[in-house]
């Protein structure tokens, strides 16, 4: 149904910067909300950010001041720029997004896509 295409990730130096771009294609219609989830090894996945189809964003407290996410509704893209990169921010990106169905929207299925991997380091 829906593919996430990713790009973007690879290694940068502490304090450095980096941007993430994700793109849907396929039956796009009835994507809500978009966003940036990461794990690192040994971790649970958490989500890092984000956005609605009316533009509200949700930031894990880690990140905020330092991340901003953003889309283009047109074009079903989602990106997440990464600024002030800490060595914690090493993780596995993974772009989401999910569509509501149900009465009441009470029901979600979330699309994936592969995974970036982004290294902070010196």
Do not use: H
Request: charged share 20%; proline share 2%; aromatic share 12%.
């Amino acid at each position: 149904q829906v593919q996430l295409v990713e790009s973007g990730g690879g290694l940068v130096q502490p304090g450095g910067s980096l941007r993430l771009s994700c793109a849907a294609f396929g039956s796009i219609f009835s994507i809500d909300t978009m966003g940036w989830y990461r794990q690192a090894p040994g971790k649970q996945r958490e989500l890092v950010a984000a956005i609605s189809l009316g533009g509200n964003t949700n930031y894990a407290d880690s990140v905020k001041g330092r991340f901003t996410i953003s889309r283009d509704n047109a074009k079903t893209t989602v990106d997440l720029q990464m600024n002030s990169l800490k060595p914690e921010d090493t993780a596995v990106y993974y772009c989401n997004a999910y569509k509501l169905t149900g009465a009441y929207y009470r029901k979600r299925y979330d699309y994936w896509g592969q995974g970036t991997q982004v290294t902070v380091s010196s």
